[in-house]
Each structure stands twice: as structure tokens, then as C-alpha cells.
């Protein structure tokens, strides 16, 4: 049996084990051992367990995780989410759908401390949620904005999908973070677009709220202050030169406490439990890193990757009709899969396929533009019927809003989506160009 065909079944081994919910982790664990052991037997595979994970998992690249994870964690039990909505609110919520304008923008904002898509739907849900049933918003409206707003979580910086695709692709993890700046506010003004239109054919879904009163709208600005303090700390440190990426993270971890205890007056045991959650949360990517190293190992012993990679370049295909097709590929394992194993396990087999292509871009640029991309279809796989992730979030916070009802009302942001991806496509500029403009 060939390589390639070996590659293969161990593919279709490890979907089949996905299907039957397995973990990820094991089921990535479990096939990339065994084909590796088919393909060079038992010695050199043990050999392999012997150092890899451990190498691999050494690496200081990887600290920057559970620090920024920590800073989120942090932040949602200090109740920043609350003063961001407040703010966005004062700002927005006189207007008709306000208080889903204001969701949006709070989601933006505390994505750009958290850096994960699934926490920040749960937590703006926590907050947002009431505010707007007991406004008389609509189930879909309410709903849908939360799960699509979450979605900004995972590319508005600091991002820990752009963290693990930067380790991964050996990209600089900072020119990332900036060139996700552009298609993030892209995303936030086209989900208020949406809502625009949504109330304008729907009156009822939103109505107005009161004007806030000139003293009440700075006072709710004025909190906004302090996360918005912590989020210049990190990236301002990151882009003035200041810190690099895992300094910065610990800084933000440092900031977070100081807003914790001296600002937000949390008590130690939202810290402790915090502290858990995070290492939870890094458990659960650094076993999906130890699994996606054995079953990459056991990919590049296949020449799947490569072949597919040499396949493309002799299939006379166009590099964009090619580049559709995985993307479509990523919305659909978007629905079932969560964003970090999604690039993990596909990044190995993809990016070098991608890279092989000509769209008439420097390597650095084609890589930088791919990431951003990846992260973008991934958002809208986590909204996407019948399966979305964070939909399914969302309503189960709602309780008393059918989930056909929650997915009706993710449409109009899906076709936000699907026009930001098309420009995201044909416009690459708008992912890297911003790095023409900064000195590095």
C-alpha cells in the first residue's frame, strides 16, 4: 500500500472517529499513531513520542497561550464586559436596534482583550441577552447578533486562532495581529449593517431605547476607560516595539489583576477559579498540539501533503478557483469542529498548497493573507446551519428562543460574511497592506 494511500485511510480514520465523538485530541492521537507505525513501524515511531511533543510543547512560542488566555478569563470575571457594553450602549441604544449595535460593538471590544470566539459569545450573551429581551427585542434579532458578534472574538487581536496559525506557519505573530485590524473592523461595521437593514424591513425586532443624558453618556464612556487602557498596553506595547508578543501577554495578565483588584473589586476566588479555567483551556489545545504533531508526523511520512501540494500545481486549476474550494472546506468543518483543532489539523496539509500557487505576491504576504482568511471562514462555520458553535451558545443562554429562530436570525449576517470574504478575496491588500504602512 502507497504512502499516499495509507495518508488516506488514516484521514478517513480520524474523521470516522471525530463522527463517533471521540475527543479530538485522541482521535488525531490514535490515527496519526497508527498510520505512522503502518508506514515506518514501531522503533521509530516511539523514537518520534520520545522527542517531538516535548519539543514541540518546549517552545517558548507557545507561553504567549495560556497568558493571553488567562488575561480573558480575567477580564470576563471582572465584569469588563459589562462597562463595554455600557459604554457602546450610551453611544447607540436611543437608535432603533441600538442595543444590538451596542452588542456588536461590545463584542469587538472585549474581543480585543479575550481572543476567543466561544468566550466572547458566552460572555456578552451573560450581559447582553437580558437587556435586549427586556426591550422588547425580538428572539432572532437578539440571538442572532450575540452568536454573530461573538465571532469577532477569534480575529479582532490579540487572537488565539492567529496566535497558533502564526507558531504553525512560522509567521511573525505581531504583523498578524496588525494585518487582522482592517478585515476586524470590516466585520463589526458589516454586522451593523445588517442590523440596520434587519430593523428597517422589521421595525419590531428593534425598537428604540431612551436618549442617555450627556452626563450619564460620559460617565458610561468613561468607564470604557480602563479595559480600553489594557488593551493599549498590549498591542501599543506590541507595535511601539516595546514588548514582544509573550511580554505583552504578560503584561496583560499583570493589567488584568491590577483592574481586577484595584477597579472591579473581584474577590480571590473568581481568581482561582480563573487561574483553572485557563488551565482547562490550555490543556485541552496543548493535548490537540501533541496529537496534531503525531498525526502530522505520520503525514509528511505519507507524501499526502506534498503530493496534494505537487497534484495542484499540475492540475492547470486556477489558484483562486482552488483557494475557493478549501475555504468552503473550512466553513464546512466549522460547523463541527472548533477553530483551534480546525487549524492545527488542517494547517499542515493546506498551507503548503496554498503556497505552492502564484497570486502574484511575496511568500510572507501570501501567508499573512491565507491566515486571515482562514480565521474569517472559520467565523462564519461558527454561525453557520445546521451546526454552528456559537449558535448553539447563544440559545442555550436565550432558553425560551427555538434554535430555527436563532438560525433565521444568523442569516442576515451570513451574507455580511459571505460579502466580506469576497472582498477578503479579491481585494488581498486589505488583510496585508496595512503592514506596507509600518516599519519593521
Request: net charge neutral; with cysteine; hydrophobic share 60%.
Amino acid at each position: 500500500m502507497s504512502g499516499h494511500v495509507v495518508g488516506l485511510v488514516g484521514i478517513s480514520a480520524m474523521l470516522a472517529l471525530m463522527f463517533a465523538r471521540v475527543p479530538i485530541a485522541v482521535a488525531m492521537l490514535a490515527a496519526g499513531a497508527g498510520g505512522y507505525v503502518a508506514l515506518a513501524g514501531w522503533t521509530p515511531f516511539l523514537a518520534h513520542l520520545k522527542t517531538g511533543p516535548y519539543l514541540l510543547l518546549a517552545s517558548d512560542s507557545f507561553q504567549v497561550i495560556p497568558l493571553f488566555l488567562l488575561m480573558g478569563h480575567l477580564a470576563a470575571r471582572a465584569g469588563i464586559s459589562r462597562a463595554l457594553f455600557g459604554g457602546a450602549y450610551a453611544l447607540f441604544g436611543h437608535v432603533r436596534g441600538g442595543l444590538a449595535l451596542a452588542a456588536v460593538g461590545g463584542c469587538a471590544l472585549f474581543g480585543a482583550i479575550c481572543g476567543s470566539s466561544l468566550a466572547t459569545a458566552a460572555t456578552m450573551g451573560q450581559v447582553a441577552l437580558p437587556e435586549m429581551r427586556r426591550h422588547g427585542y425580538s428572539g432572532r434579532l437578539a440571538t442572532g447578533t450575540l452568536a454573530a458578534g461573538g465571532t469577532l472574538g477569534i480575529l479582532i487581536p490579540p487572537s488565539i486562532g492567529l496566535i497558533v496559525y502564526g507558531i504553525l506557519a512560522e509567521q511573525n505573530i505581531a504583523k498578524l495581529f496588525l494585518a487582522a485590524f482592517v478585515p476586524g473592523i470590516l466585520a463589526a461595521l458589516g454586522y451593523m449593517a445588517a442590523i440596520a437593514i434587519q430593523v428597517r424591513l422589521c421595525p419590531g425586532d428593534g425598537p428604540p431605547g431612551r436618549r442617555a443624558a450627556p452626563a450619564e453618556r460620559l460617565r458610561a464612556l468613561g468607564a470604557m476607560g480602563p479595559p480600553a487602557s489594557l488593551f493599549v498596553l498590549v498591542l501599543g506595547g506590541i507595535y511601539a516595539g516595546v514588548f514582544t508578543p509573550t511580554e505583552a501577554a504578560s503584561f496583560g495578565v499583570l493589567g488584568a489583576l491590577v483592574l481586577a483588584f484595584a477597579v472591579y473589586r473581584i474577590a480571590w476566588d473568581q481568581v482561582v477559579t480563573g487561574l483553572l479555567d485557563t488551565a482547562v483551556s490550555s490543556a485541552m489545545i496543548f493535548l490537540i498540539l501533541i496529537g496534531a504533531d503525531v498525526f502530522n508526523a505520520f503525514m509528511a511520512l505519507s507524501g499526502l501533503p506534498q503530493g496534494l501540494a505537487d497534484w495542484i500545481g499540475a492540475s492547470g486549476m486556477a489558484p483562486l478557483a482552488i483557494l475557493v474550494a478549501i475555504l468552503l472546506i473550512y466553513v464546512l468543518l466549522g460547523c463541527l469542529m472548533d477553530s483551534i483543532s480546525m487549524i492545527i489539523l488542517t494547517l499542515p496539509i493546506f498551507l503548503p498548497a496554498v503556497m505552492a500557487l502564484d497570486f502574484g505576491m511575496t511568500a510572507e504576504q501570501t501567508a499573512i493573507w491565507f491566515g486571515i482568511l482562514v480565521l474569517v471562514v472559520i467565523e462564519v462555520g461558527l454561525i453557520t446551519p445546521p451546526v454552528g458553535m456559537n449558535v448553539f451558545v447563544i440559545n442555550k443562554l436565550a432558553g425560551d428562543v427555538p434554535m430555527a429562530e436563532t438560525f433565521r436570525g444568523v442569516l442576515p449576517f451570513l451574507a455580511s460574511d459571505l460579502v466580506r470574504v469576497a472582498l477578503l478575496v479579491a481585494f488581498p491588500v486589505l488583510s496585508w497592506g496595512v503592514l506596507d504602512l509600518v516599519r519593521w
